[in-house]
């Protein structure tokens, strides 16, 4: 079992970059661990991942370019960095884990038994 607590939202102007965290109570390479968004009034959204015992990072293809993972190992934190926010990246961002998820399920939220309570982030002019 793992605990996840996101930090780092926020309000921000167009254009402008946060960085979130997502720590876990163990580490962290034991899980595929991932980012989602979820705008208001909408589902959640896969936006980048780190598979389990895999560093190579997987985005939608709406936020290449944009945002970017990486990960502190000692401090069991996955971090992601958004660049270039727009309006539309409105939303809570939750960090989830799972420790037996197949890659063909990686994008969908339902299949995750592990979740942070989510982070706000507001973009505005």
């Known amino acids: 079992q793992v605990q996840l607590v996101e930090t780092g939202g926020g309000f921000v102007q167009p254009g402008g970059s946060l960085r979130l965290s997502c720590s876990a109570s163990t580490r962290t390479t034991a899980y595929t661990i991932t980012w989602f968004h979820q705008a208001p009034a909408k589902g959640r959204e896969f936006m980048a991942s780190?598979?389990?015992?895999?560093?190579?990072?997987i985005y939608a293809d709406s936020v290449k370019g944009r945002f970017s993972l990486s990960r502190d190992n000692a401090k069991n934190t996955v971090y992601l960095q958004m660049n270039n926010l727009k309006l539309e990246d409105t939303g809570v961002y939750y960090c989830?884990?799972?420790?037996?998820?197949?890659?063909?399920?990686?994008?969908?939220?339902?299949?995750?038994?592990?979740w942070g309570q989510g982070t706000q982030v507001t973009v505005s002019s």
């Open positions: 780190f598979k389990r015992n895999n560093g190579n990072p």
């Open positions: 989830a884990a799972d420790a037996h998820l197949i890659t063909s399920r990686l994008r969908s939220a339902e299949d995750y038994d592990y």
